[in-house]
């Protein structure tokens, strides 16, 4: 029996496939992936991907937009068919949006440290101290989503009569703690590499300001 070698394009294919069938896949990275799977498929940038399913999803609901030709409506309906995780109205409805969460959110969804209902409910809270506060309250205290909810709505009503400012002690720990957690040296080096240069910063504020305590001493 003859073997066939695959072509580039179909074993990216069937990597692509296989691991959207992992088990510990995140929210971001099934996301992620299921847009480069149609990429593939349709021969389309991921732009005009996600451009693509957003305009099915509004011709759909009978919304006024540009004609979809078939053939690339029944490509992405097969496409989801053949993966059966989810159909494509409930992926662009329940799993494409999360790519317009904050950064903050979006960061720890990726890693996987959160429930994407979860991350959706905090991104309701714009003030960003307030929201990176309870983002990490709910990772190290696992909480609920009814528990989180009631936190955001007593945050929102607290704006009305209190101030949201940290304080400093608390600022400097919230910081630490992102940066411990973010790991940026082995998940971002380019990230990384522009957070060292501020620290360099703020270190040598701090060398000059002590060395300018002891000279007045």
Known sequence: MAIRELTDEEALLISLTENLQREDLNPVEEIEGIISLLSIRLGLSVK???????RLQNQAKHKVTAEIDTA?????????KELRLMSWESFVSN??????????ILEVLRQG?????????????KEEEARNQLLWQAIDENLSLVAIREKIAQLKRNTHTTSTTPTPNVQIQNISRRLNQA???KEDPQRWKKVKNYLGKIEALLTKTYNYKISKA
């Open 183 to 185: 790991k940026l040296w």
């Open 48 to 54: 005009e991907v996600v451009s693509l399913l957003y």
């Open 72 to 80: 690339s409506k029944e490509s992405v309906t097969k496409v989801f």
């Open 113 to 125: 440290k959160i429930a994407y209902t979860k991350a959706k409910a905090m991104a309701s809270l």
């Open 95 to 104: 799993r494409l949006p999360l790519l317009n969460l904050p950064q903050d």
